[in-house]
């Protein structure tokens, strides 16, 4: 009988967990999409940068919560927490190294290669269609057509 008494306290207290988590990662969310639509009538960089690292700090909570409760690394040993967390952490800086190497390769590339520093300040004038030109084409092909001669059948 002590046995089903302790499932179901077991039981009620991972419902509570569970819910408690839920209910995290739902005002977590709501706060993300709140700030998103904020954000779009906002026209000034700093304050729109702000928001997208608060959305960013937000995300990586939402993250920490689906992986420790979902995927339950929250009651595992330490080490097998340490062989999810350390990979993640070195994927982090593999991209963030990579965006700032592109980065730097963007704004320095007019400074090693003259040709694409040519090339990208030659202003292209558009090409405009003059309406006289387009009023005669469209008269000689009328003329054409006017002056092929017509088969009887």
Same mark, same amino acid.
């Given at each position: 009988?002590?046995?089903?008494?302790t499932?179901?306290?077991?039981?009620?207290?991972?419902?509570?967990?569970v819910?408690?988590?839920? +209910? +995290?990662?739902?005002?977590?969310?709501?706060? @993300?999409?709140?700030?998103?639509?904020?954000?779009?009538? *906002?026209?000034?960089?700093?304050?729109?940068?702000? *928001?997208?690292?608060?959305?960013?700090?937000?995300?990586?909570?939402?993250?920490?919560?689906?992986?420790?409760?979902f995927?339950?690394?929250?009651?595992?040993?330490k080490?097998?927490?340490?062989?999810?967390?350390?990979?993640?952490? *070195?994927f982090?800086?593999?991209?963030?190294?990579?965006?700032?190497?592109?980065n730097?390769?963007?704004?320095?590339?007019?400074?090693?290669?003259?040709?694409?520093?040519?090339?990208?300040? +030659?202003?292209?004038?558009?090409?405009?269609?003059?309406?006289? @030109?387009?009023?005669?084409?469209?008269?000689?092909?009328?003329?054409?057509?006017?002056?092929?001669?017509?088969?009887?059948?």
């Amino acid at each position: 009988m002590s046995h089903t008494a302790t499932h179901e306290d077991h039981s009620a207290e991972v419902r509570k967990e569970v819910t408690k988590v839920t +209910i +995290i990662l739902s005002v977590l969310t709501v706060i @993300e999409l709140a700030l998103g639509f904020y954000m779009m009538g *906002i026209e000034a960089a700093g304050t729109r940068l702000l *928001i997208k690292g608060t959305i960013v700090i937000l995300m990586l909570a939402k993250a920490f919560y689906i992986v420790a409760y979902f995927m339950h690394l929250k009651h595992e040993v330490k080490n097998l927490i340490m062989t999810v967390c350390v990979p993640l952490c *070195i994927f982090f800086w593999f991209i963030t190294a990579f965006l700032i190497d592109g980065n730097s390769f963007r704004n320095l590339r007019n400074t090693y290669d003259p040709h694409y520093k040519a090339q990208s300040s +030659i202003k292209a004038e558009p090409k405009e269609v003059k309406h006289e @030109e387009k009023e005669a084409k469209e008269e000689k092909k009328e003329g054409l057509k006017l002056d092929e001669p017509r088969r009887a059948d």
